[in-house]
């Protein structure tokens, strides 16, 4: 076995999906998720569930992992884990899990910021994905954050702005909800409304300083706009659901695009990156390509198994911080609120 050959098995377990993923150094071998299902009837995902059902799925999704790289574990040369942010009771599935088997192995822990790890993600090796240069900036779009932070380097990164209330995410599930769509609905609008309207109905966009964030106005606003028109139409959603989709979406994007045209501005970096669960969102890829061609912008958008959570966006900071000797000590704890 060649020396410069690391591997690194990497553990992603901050919500309510299970991954655990094997990478030999910036190559993923193997990138499984185990996502749980028992969250849809609740329409939304609860704590005390998830971080049971990731104790069920974490040594088979482990072993799934290490069998599909192909690598037994004695050939491992360290095991990354998402410290946090996320739910505390998944996250120490995880952290547990991951603390335990690297001192069996007797090999180097490795700590990985899971917001970092959705930017990181962008230099896995891969021939259909290009990796942006330094500086860049990086807009983060997940159910929990959403954020434009400055990359310099692989570990220096600064967030110039960030949500006030909501995350993006969570103002597209949310608005899903008001419209019965089931649990997560944010992709459901997505679908919608490519065959919508998106001037149909014009919702207000929130007045926010700078380069944050605000969604908890637009979300109420489109509950009003929702509860008025059903009383004057019992069936106006059944009768104009592509049409209100597309009219969400497109307020949504609107925010966000604002907000980048901005960055760009202030910074003069014109590599735009996004990453997190939302940029999977087809609405989102199709306005960076606009500004590419309109702005200028080089823009670069993860493969869709990147987007969500997932492990292989851990395992390549395990790789880079392998690199750097950066290792974390036996008594390191899960942190819920674990900023950049």
């Known amino acids: 076995m060649k020396s410069q050959e690391n591997f690194i098995l990497a553990i992603e377990s901050s919500c309510d999906d299970t991954s655990a993923a094997v990478l030999c150094n910036d190559k993923v071998l193997s990138n499984v998720v185990a996502t749980q299902h028992i969250h849809e009837q609740y329409g939304g995902v609860v704590p005390e569930l998830a971080s049971r059902a990731h104790q069920q799925n974490i040594v088979p999704v482990v072993h799934q992992a290490l069998a599909k790289a192909n690598i037994d574990k004695k050939h491992l040369s360290a095991i990354a884990f998402t410290r946090g942010p996320g739910l505390m009771g998944s996250l120490l599935v995880g952290t ?154 497109f307020t949504i994007l609107e925010i966000l695009m604002d907000k980048l045209k901005l960055a760009v501005k202030q910074t003069g970096i014109k590599q735009i990156t996004i990453g997190g669960g939302v940029a999977a969102n087809s609405g989102i890829r199709a306005r960076l390509k606009e500004a590419e061609n309109s702005l200028g912008w080089k823009t670069y958008t993860p493969k869709f198994e990147y987007c969500t959570d997932n492990a292989a966006m851990i395992g390549i900071v395990g790789y880079l911080k392998f690199l750097e000797k950066d290792f974390a000590a036996q008594n390191i704890a899960a942190k819920a609120r674990y900023t950049l």
């Open 96 to 249: 547990s899990f991951a603390k335990s088997l690297a001192l069996g192995l007797g090999i180097p822990l490795i700590e990985v910021n899971h917001m970092q790890a959705h930017i990181l993600a962008h230099f896995i090796k891969d021939e259909n994905q290009t990796s942006p240069s330094f500086p860049f900036l990086a807009m983060t779009l997940s159910g929990g954050h959403t954020q434009i932070v400055q990359v310099n380097a692989n570990f220096d990164m600064e967030i110039l702005g960030q949500t006030l209330d909501d995350a993006v995410g969570e103002a597209f599930d949310k608005s899903a909800k008001l419209l019965g769509l089931p649990y997560p609905g944010g992709p459901l609008i997505d679908k919608y409304a490519q065959e919508g309207n998106p001037k149909a109905f014009p919702f207000p966009k929130p007045k926010v300083d700078g380069l944050n964030f605000s969604f908890s106005g637009l979300k109420t606003s489109i509950l009003y706009f929702v509860q008025k028109k059903v009383r004057e139409n019992p069936r106006f959603i059944e009768e104009n659901l592509n049409d209100i989709c597309a009219s969400i979406q």
